[in-house]
């Protein structure tokens, strides 16, 4: 067998393990920690919602921390089976077969993979499971900002100018608080890290005034590292809702394919 890992012990992947080696590496992995992908020649039985069985051939197994399982073969995009949760995994080898049981106790479900071969064995650790959100782009959430402010950042701001080009990029919004001040606002759909910070420390050092100038990240999570930075540097950071501000953008929406479905 041919193993390769990163020195952290994060991903790896191992090539042309025996059934045996395969067995003592998926032990050890399958503990509900790590993304593992599997790929040979396997057949699999399943019972539960239905029954099935699929015959020898050649076949991609994935299972994903917290224990849903998908089977896959060569062609399309449909899995031959799957499972949403596993409670317990048994690891076995018997008469050059490797065999994996998943088992999930509510709903009862069974799936059992065989495998006569093993090409290769790869997985990777997520530290971090990062955001998905399939509804806005981060022109629409710019564009609910902008509009609601009381809403999604909790004060009265009159927003003046949009992606205004500075020395240090394009911010995102500019606008007026209730007690005159200028703000500066930078916009991510996503968690916001250290470089969106720094992004927004150079828009404010970048505005030509010497009156105060306040820098508002706006953003749905914010790591550890970029509200420490962010907190250094003087700026602000307001958690936004999402959910929250596609429902206030929606009603101005144009109709979109979704509407006709």
């Given at each position: ?191 916001a890290d250290e470089s969106a910070v720094r992004q927004l420390e150079g ?36 958690r936004v809702d999402l959910k929250k501000a596609y429902s206030l953008l929606k009603p101005g929406r144009g109709r979109s ?5």
């Amino acid at each position: 067998m041919s193993q390769e890992a990163s020195v952290d012990g994060r991903f790896g992947v191992a090539s042309s393990p025996t059934i045996e080696e395969a067995a003592g590496l998926l032990e050890k992995l399958l503990d509900g920690s790590s993304m593992v992908v599997v790929a040979g020649v396997c057949s699999s039985e399943y019972e539960g919602r239905g029954a099935s069985v699929s015959t020898e051939g050649d076949k991609l197994l994935i299972v994903k921390p917290g224990g849903a399982v998908i089977l896959h073969g060569p062609r399309g995009f449909r899995p031959l089976n799957w499972q949403p949760s596993t409670s317990h995994t048994e690891v076995a080898t018997a008469d050059g077969l490797l065999t994996l049981k998943f088992y999930r106790r509510t709903p009862r479900e069974v799936l059992k993979i065989a495998c006569g071969s093993i090409w290769y064995i790869a997985w990777v650790r997520f530290p971090e499971e990062g955001a998905f959100w399939m509804y806005m782009t981060e022109d629409d959430l710019r564009k609910a900002v902008a509009l609601h402010p009381r809403e999604l950042l909790g004060e009265d701001i009159r927003f003046f100018a949009e992606e205004k080009r500075t020395p240090s990029g394009k911010a995102d919004l500019y606008g007026v608080d209730e007690r005159g001040n200028i703000v500066i606002v930078e916009v991510k759909r996503v968690r916001a890290d250290e470089s969106a910070v720094r992004q927004l420390e150079g828009y404010v050092r970048d505005y030509p005034t010497q009156a105060k100038v306040r820098g508002i990240l706006v953003a749905p999570d914010i790591s550890d590292a970029a509200r420490r930075l962010l907190e250094s540097r003087g700026l602000e950071f307001r958690r936004v809702d999402l959910k929250k501000a596609y429902s206030l953008l929606k009603p101005g929406r144009g109709r979109s394919v979704l509407d006709f479905l």
